[in-house]
């Protein structure tokens, strides 16, 4: 078992070690896990080409350390306890003993399906077990699962599934979220028109609705589970083999497939979630995320289950029944660590404080957020109102890339301070450099957050483009991993990170590339181009502004013309890109080169119509006058 930090002396000592001797550091980790052959070699590495390999040649499989290790000692206990939507439906627990028994099930549905080590498995589900239970078994005979939002739109699951190549879906006849009913499958149908990588379609009942059935290509779970044999042995991997690829959005048009790998990311998310939330034995365990995030994969799925710990999957919504529901599950099953993002806490304050003021929550140890900078306002409620000023918050930095929580207080042992991720996680060694590259060492510096040495559970490389790769992560400051994050550390050595210093837009904690939102938007047949920024939302953080050139307002006129765009989105990505402004502009300002300023954009989104510093690059610059001019009259 990994050992808990436990002091503050004790924080700064492994952090020593870990940066002092990195690979010693990362092998006695390791040690704790169980692996049927141990690695020849820790690292080897460099950010050039870039390789990035750990435990070379140690073999082994990432279920075998949730299963087989625990089961002697935790084979009763529950590992998911699973809440429904409605609250008075009844919940699922299954524990380590029945989750096993439901994986390999699943993994014989999947051999006898033909799908074995290094196929790809798209899962595109709700959150109910199976899905779980779907990613696990993947994992078992070493499939790549590529988990796919249920959020997302038909055109969307389309683009990964391609991506990848995918031979199976994983899905559900339909979802519930709060009082909707979302049609999983009839999307994934859609999807499939253009996928013809897809074999087989493995679906979960769960809403009973009618749905299409094709005969030669789709299956029901419950069926294929009945026949299911049980016994398995899991497929032996290489730490290096990959574990699972999950899309995230970059800066340029298409989402990139982000590779993990089995040894170094089992390493990280384990060792990461015992120490950051502290957990104990017996302690119930509560992230609000969607397992479509890497927040689920790492810290509903994998870091808990690794630790033997008892995780929580909820289905439903924040607000539904009403803006208490947190509140409850949290009393329900006492919960000690809650881990949400900043944009819950901000719809829930919202709401009121009557839904959280007569509740007891006397259970909880620790609260977590993550997803992107809380502001003061929030910390500060959750602190008082949630965590009845006895809870240390755990503010975590982290992304999809870095497979793990890498910035962030280690609970109760790390002072927090409102808004600061605080100090890094041992092996992570972070580094301020400016915008020509150099590094801003001392306290109090600003500048563009990177990572100078390899951690296990970093990304490997990007799916099918490891060039791409390259030049997202290595290329804009030599021999660094850039995270696209602008960081502030101050006078204490505490870190504050202040958002995405790229064209990527963080909307309630889920990253949206601008490029993808506008060039949905180009797609519709009046739009001639558009540029699309963030402008502080108060509960999402930021929300989506497009500035849109349309080549002719008669045909529906303006209102018309915005409905149609925000509906062109959601169908090409997903409700969550769909612009909260539209403003309708004659042009765009340009530079003569043709480049968008969207310097000048990001200002006027903000409602800063002034300090646009040098414009004398500007084509010409009456077309910023009229959309300051639009933007006062219009949004
Ligand atoms: C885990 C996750 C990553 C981006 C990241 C940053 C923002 C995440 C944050 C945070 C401030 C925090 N972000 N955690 N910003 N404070 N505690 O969210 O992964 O979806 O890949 O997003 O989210 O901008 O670069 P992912």
Redesign the pocket.
Known sequence: MIDKISTLGGYIHEYQKSVENPQAFWSRIAESFFWRKKWDKILDWNFIEPKINWFLNGKLNITENIFERHLFTRGDQPAIIWEPNEPNDENRVLSYNELFLEVKKFTNVMLNLGVGKGDRVAIYMPMVPELAIAMLACARIGAIHSIVFAGFSANSLADRINDAEAKLVITSDGGYRGSKIIPIKDIVDEALENCSSVEKVVMVQRTNTEVSFDESRDMWWHEAMAKADEENKAELMDAEDTLFILY?SGSTDKPKGIVHTCGGYMVYSAYTFKNVFQYSDGDIYFCSADIG???GHSYIVYGPLLNGATTVMFEGIPTYPDAGRYWDIVNKYGIAQFYTAPTAIRSLISMGQEYVENKDLSSLKVLG??????NEEAWHWYHDHVGKNRCPIV???????TGGISISPIAGIIPTKPGF?TLPQPGIQPIIVDGDGNELSGKSVEGNLCIKYPWPGMLRTIWGDHERFKKTYFSTFENLYF???GVKRDEDGYYR?L??VDDVI?VS???MGTAEVENAINEHPLVNESAVVGFPHDIKGQGIYAFVVCGDLSTGGEEGIKTSVRKGVTKIIGPIAKPDKIQLVRALPKTRSGKIMRRILRKIAQGDYSNFGDISTLLDTSVVEEIIKGALEDV
């Not at 503010?395 to 890339?401: A, H, K, L, N, V």
């Open positions: 995230t995030w890497i927040t957020t993550v997803g992107e900078p809380i503010d975590t930095w982290w992304q999809t890339e991720a995270s696209g994050d990170i958002g995405r963080n904690g889920h990253r």
